[in-house]
């Protein structure tokens, strides 16, 4: 599955913005690690929104949350209430751009906040995935012990895990289950 050019990496953004808070355990608790996180989107925002600060720390971890509701809901009108709450939140104002030489459309308004244009962004981001594809292309991991979410791009909607690490950790914990199964009922019928 592909998403146009302007969607593909603020879906990518949103889903690393939302993980980086995993069963309580925050990983941008201080504005370094807001940059680290911005840093490689810079070519989207950088001339667009103002550069993030620290006060806005606390606002972009509500919408870490309010992105999260929306990759969770459990159906397409349930998201795209939530998306349409975070684009009138976040003051989302389509226009023509012309800033990097050719149209293309931003929602977010002109040297906005980064919050702002953070929370425009990943919404529109994830507002084309409902559009194109419905809720059923987001999830959250199946491993035990994670709970990050993901945007399925397979063909054929089958992914269930956030990451190769989980998927393989949850093979080899199956594999490993069904051996000692296995030998437990060997031993059994001798």
Known sequence: MYFNHYTNRPVELAVLLVNT?????????????????????RDLWEGVALPPNASE?????????????VML???????????????????AVPRISMHSGEPHL???????????????????????????????????CNSGDCD???VDTSRNRSRRHCSTTCSTREAVAAHRKRKVEGDEAA????
């Open 21 to 41: 808070c995993q069963s309580g355990s925050d990983q941008m608790t201080d504005p370094e690690e807001l940059d680290d996180l911005l840093d490689g989107y």
């Open 57 to 69: 720390l606390g606002a972009i971890h509500d919408l870490r949350t309010s992105l999260r509701t």
């Open 73 to 91: 809901a459990p159906d397409d009108a349930t998201a795209s209430q939530h998306v349409n709450q975070i684009l009138s939140d976040y003051g």
């Open 106 to 140: 931003h929602f977010e308004p002109i040297n906005g906040t980064m919050t702002s244009w953070l929370g425009t962004t990943t919404a529109m981001g994830l507002a084309a995935v409902i559009v194109e594809n419905g809720v059923d292309r987001f999830g959250a």
């Open 148 to 150: 990050d979410v993901y």
């Open 187 to 190: 031993s059994d019928r001798d």
